[in-house]
């Protein structure tokens, strides 16, 4: 009922910059709070960034000072703006967003996640 897309990433090399969307699709009554998340090679997934509907963000120690998140609630839409990347950024790239659906008769709330997007950043 609810579908997450993003697109953006590519290859870069360190010291460059990325810009990730993530757009929300379907029967969509509002979206609470929206992040990123990502998984390396051989690694556990982390959390990148969060931001709330009224705005208020949080981000991995890793990442403060260099990448930024945002949205556009009328479009529900999320942005992850990656500058000074660096190799270890490397990684496939998860939007999720917590979502108020109407599923024709009632309001559901689900957690929903993308398919990732690939973020290689050579050195």
């Known amino acids: 009922q609810v579908q997450l897309v993003e697109s953006g990433g590519g290859l870069v090399q360190a010291g460059g910059s990325l810009r990730l969307s993530c757009a929300a699709s379907g029967s969509i009554f509002s979206i609470d709070a929206m992040g990123w998340y990502r998984q390396a090679p051989g690694k556990q997934r982390e959390l990148v960034a969060t931001i709330t509907r009224g705005g208020s963000t949080n981000y991995a120690d890793s990442v403060k000072g260099r990448f930024t998140i945002s949205r556009d609630n009328a479009k529900n839409t999320v942005y992850l703006q990656m500058n000074s990347l660096k190799p270890e950024d490397t990684a496939v790239y998860y939007c999720?967003?917590?979502?108020?659906?109407?599923?024709?008769?009632?309001?559901?709330?689900?957690?929903?996640w993308g398919q990732g997007t690939q973020v290689t950043v050579s050195s």
């Open positions: 999720n967003a917590d979502v108020r659906y109407y599923d024709g008769e009632n309001i559901r709330a689900v957690g929903s």
